[in-house]
């Protein structure tokens, strides 16, 4: 069976003036147009390829690689807007229309926004939702505290930076928590620092407990290489300077000089620190 929206390896079943036509157990007759057909190819042969509507809403087939697939989260620039809604720049010929009742705010063209693609049951058309919490499910976890995960920003609130985690889950990394840049949109690296009762997911950038001491003195260590062995940073500096400075907290800063002052590397003096 081959599903829309998705990569399918199909055999190549004959060759037409127009392309190649490809298929499974099931279907024989999906095109892939002549200027996707690779240069060598024979019947009987499998390709790889993606499977969308066409501008006509008939099946086809393409060797392009989407920015994003059926049931995932991606980052996508709005193309065009009419009376049908938002039409986004995904990577293929014919752009992923938003539908109006799927923008919880008007989209802008040229604008990015995070959003879902999925199949439509109504229309069987592949359509984009930016109304992102309907298809985050945290109601089941196999995640672990200080696990690392992929996450995706979406969105910024009071309270810091919501995120997709693994394509699946609604999790939330907290203003204070943020100290490097975490764009929306932009995929990033994070940590599972707690699972609350409610099921919300606590999300940090920098791995939990003891394994981040290490990296983190490494990077200070590096900073006052690179600084000619001088910091004007302390312990009583303010929290600001040293993110601005270091991307870290002061919590981490504070740690990370104390494991280098431990091993006799830094001396730490009124106006800052000093490699030895």
Same mark, same amino acid.
């Given at each position: 069976?081959?599903?829309? $929206?998705?990569?399918?390896?199909?055999?190549?079943?004959r060759?037409?003036? !127009?392309g190649?036509?490809l298929?499974?157990?099931?279907v024989?007759? &999906?095109?892939?147009?002549?200027?996707?057909v690779p240069?060598?190819?024979?019947i009987g042969?499998e390709?790889?390829?993606f499977c969308y509507?066409?501008h006509?809403?008939?099946?086809?087939?393409?060797?392009?690689?989407?920015?994003v697939t059926?049931?995932t989260?991606g980052?996508l620039?709005?193309a065009e !807007?009419?009376q049908?809604g938002a039409f986004?720049?995904w990577g293929?010929?014919?752009h992923?229309?938003?539908?109006?009742?799927e923008?919880?705010?008007?989209?802008?063209?040229g604008?990015?926004?995070v959003?879902?693609?999925f199949?439509?049951?109504k229309?069987?058309?592949? !359509?984009?939702?930016?109304?992102?919490?309907r298809f985050?499910?945290n109601?089941?976890?196999s995640l672990?505290i200080g696990?690392p995960?992929?996450? &995706?920003p979406y969105?910024?609130t009071? &309270?810091?930076t919501?995120v997709?985690?693994e394509q699946?889950?609604?999790?939330?990394v907290?203003?204070d928590?943020?100290?490097r840049?975490?764009e929306?949109?932009q995929p990033?690296?994070g940590?599972?620092?707690?699972?609350?009762?409610?099921n919300?997911?606590?999300?940090?950038?920098?791995?939990?407990?003891?394994?981040?001491?290490e990296?983190t003195?490494?990077?200070i260590?590096r900073?006052?290489e690179a600084?000619? $062995?001088?910091?004007?940073?302390?312990?009583?500096s303010?929290? $600001?300077?040293i993110?601005k400075?270091l991307?870290?907290s002061?919590?981490?800063?504070?740690k990370?000089i104390g494991?280098?002052?431990?091993?006799?590397?830094?001396?730490?003096?009124d106006? $800052?620190?000093?490699l030895?």
């Amino acid at each position: 069976m081959i599903e829309l $929206g998705n990569y399918n390896t199909l055999t190549i079943k004959r060759s037409t003036r !127009v392309g190649l036509f490809l298929g499974d157990d099931d279907v024989d007759d &999906l095109l892939l147009p002549n200027k996707y057909v690779p240069d060598d190819f024979e019947i009987g042969q499998e390709l790889r390829v993606f499977c969308y509507l066409d501008h006509e809403e008939r099946p086809i087939a393409t060797t392009l690689e989407p920015l994003v697939t059926r049931n995932t989260f991606g980052y996508l620039e709005v193309a065009e !807007v009419n009376q049908f809604g938002a039409f986004l720049n995904w990577g293929l010929e014919k752009h992923l229309l938003v539908p109006f009742r799927e923008q919880p705010e008007r989209m802008e063209k040229g604008k990015s926004y995070v959003v879902y693609c999925f199949l439509d049951p109504k229309s069987f058309r592949l !359509v984009a939702s930016a109304r992102i919490n309907r298809f985050l499910d945290n109601e089941e976890f196999s995640l672990s505290i200080g696990q690392p995960v992929s996450i &995706l920003p979406y969105r910024t609130t009071d &309270l810091g930076t919501e995120v997709i985690v693994e394509q699946r889950h609604k999790g939330l990394v907290f203003s204070d928590q943020i100290y490097r840049n975490l764009e929306i949109g932009q995929p990033a690296r994070g940590y599972i620092k707690a699972i609350r009762k409610d099921n919300k997911l606590d999300v940090v950038l920098e791995p939990l407990g003891h394994e981040k001491l290490e990296p983190t003195a490494e990077r200070i260590f590096r900073e006052l290489e690179a600084s000619g $062995g001088m910091l004007p940073l302390h312990d009583k500096s303010d929290p $600001g300077e040293i993110s601005k400075r270091l991307k870290m907290s002061k919590k981490l800063f504070k740690k990370g000089i104390g494991v280098l002052y431990k091993e006799r590397r830094i001396d730490i003096r009124d106006d $800052g620190i000093y490699l030895r």
